[in-house]
């Protein structure tokens, strides 16, 4: 298994679908000083491992490929975050009530036909499945099912509940399911709570000076 990182207990899971938590895999974007959570190769398939894109057996036969060609695998995790900061644009621009940069997009479609290039149909208990090809380019798994939960989510419905974290420091991604659309936070636990203190300090520092 994957020797786990500092990085790893920041993982979370808070945006609703499988790509934007894939985006929120860089933390505090607004900030001078943005956190990054995926140093390594190692950390990728520790994410994906939580991410429930890969099982036990797949993270131990990838992390074997990885330390056999660590060169592969570190360019494989620089492409992998630049198609992080790709679909946090797309995103982001779209949660925004913006229109996407075509430029982007067309970066997205070059990625999504590389991408589908890997995938197949695989028989299964009630008929057929999605699955992806095991070829050389393995190291390069833990992207595919991101690069379609992206695809998927540009063509649904759901694209419309599109958020941005409110907090002035977060910038994370997530869909807004609530009752009333109402959601604000990435999380009320952290972000909004934060939010919540500091207009309670605001507040009160202004009652104090009067």
Request: hydrophobic share 40%; charged share 25%.
């Amino acid at each position: 298994m994957p020797e786990r990182s500092e990085s790893v207990n920041a993982f979370e899971f808070l945006g609703g679908q499988l790509c934007l938590d894939f985006a929120n895999t860089l933390s505090d974007r607004p900030t001078a000083a943005p956190v990054e959570l995926l140093h390594t190769y190692e950390d990728l398939l520790i994410w994906s491992q939580q991410a429930n894109i890969l099982n036990d057996g797949e993270t131990v036969r990838i992390q074997v490929l990885a330390e056999d060609q660590p060169a592969r695998a570190a360019n494989w995790l620089v492409s992998i975050k630049q198609v992080r900061e790709l679909l946090y644009r797309i995103f982001s621009t779209l949660a925004s009530g913006e229109t996407a940069q075509t430029e982007d997009m067309h970066q997205f479609n070059q990625i999504l036909a590389q991408t589908m290039a890997h995938a197949c149909l695989v028989s299964s208990e009630t008929g057929f499945t999605w699955d992806w090809t095991a070829d050389q380019d393995r190291l390069g798994y833990p992207l595919w099912p991101i690069v379609r939960s992206a695809a998927n989510l540009l063509t649904s419905p759901e694209l419309s509940k599109m958020r941005i974290c409110a907090s002035d420091d977060c910038g994370w991604l997530f869909l807004d399911t609530s009752k009333n659309h109402s959601r604000r936070w990435c999380d009320m636990k952290s972000c909004g709570n934060r939010a919540k203190a500091r207009r309670h300090y605001g507040r009160k520092k202004g009652a104090d000076g009067e």
